[in-house]
């Protein structure tokens, strides 16, 4: 591919960060590690220097959202053409990056997004509800076939995140920006991966991420609405 850049949201994630990157260059040496320390309190900083990651330092916790945003951000101010977002803690792994990249190739899709819908017997039940649900609702608002809307494994055209408005700053901007992307016109695909369910503890507030999420797709289908009636 043209050069990309491999975001890597990181709240905490010192005890994983390292392999992570390490496994990123090792099969794929053009790619480039982005950490986006979001206000750790432990080693995360000093993990993504030790192994040799592009790194930006938020001073707070802002939410995943957010450090997904300051991405973006890095891959609009630079010479990018493509790129990756991924769990740092060792949920998503590197070896399938490749899927994405012929995905993206083969059906000349803006967004490729990974799937875990196809198998999915060690997910737990709660979640593989809970995702075929969210799932459902963000399809039907974006109006594109979305399989696995909440996961966080996905690549992106470049030039698909230019001049996209995004609020949100915290889980639910996974599902805002699919919505957006659909609107704008981007292509939108998936491939299968596998999910690594790991001892990491999960920064999800299923209370206060389950409301924005229902807020979130709420304010958008008005949206929708207001844009189909102009």
Not at 58 to 80: E, M, R, S, Y
Not at 115 to 142: A, C, Y
């Amino acid at each position: 591919m043209s050069k990309t850049v491999v975001i890597l949201p990181a709240y905490n994630a010192g005890r994983f960060l390292g392999k992570v990157i390490d496994d990123i260059v090792a099969l794929h040496p053009d790619f480039i590690p982005l950490v986006i320390d979001d206000g750790s309190s432990d080693n995360t900083a000093d993990v993504a220097e030790l192994h040799n990651a592009t790194l930006i330092k938020h001073p707070v916790n802002k939410g995943k959202g957010a450090a997904l945003i300051t991405g973006f951000d890095f891959v609009g101010n630079n010479d990018v053409d493509w790129a990756f977002t991924m769990d740092s803690d060792g949920q998503h792994l590197p070896e399938e990056l490749h899927r994405f990249v012929k995905s993206a190739a083969e059906n000349n899709l803006d967004v490729v997004i990974g799937t875990r819908m196809d198998d999915n017997e060690s997910m737990p039940w709660l979640r593989k509800v809970t995702n075929i649900f969210t799932s459902w609702v963000v399809s039907s608002v974006s109006g594109a076939s979305i399989p696995d809307s909440q996961n966080g494994y996905r690549l992106f055209k470049a030039t698909s995140l230019k001049n996209l408005v995004l609020e949100s700053t915290n889980y639910d901007l996974e599902s805002e920006i699919l919505v957006k992307l659909a609107w704008s016109g981007a292509s939108i695909g998936s491939v299968p991966i596998t999910t690594v369910y790991g001892d990491e503890i999960s920064s999800i507030n299923k209370t206060r991420d389950t409301v924005r999420f229902f807020r979130l797709m709420g304010k958008l289908f008005v949206s929708k609405h207001f844009r189909s009636k102009s």
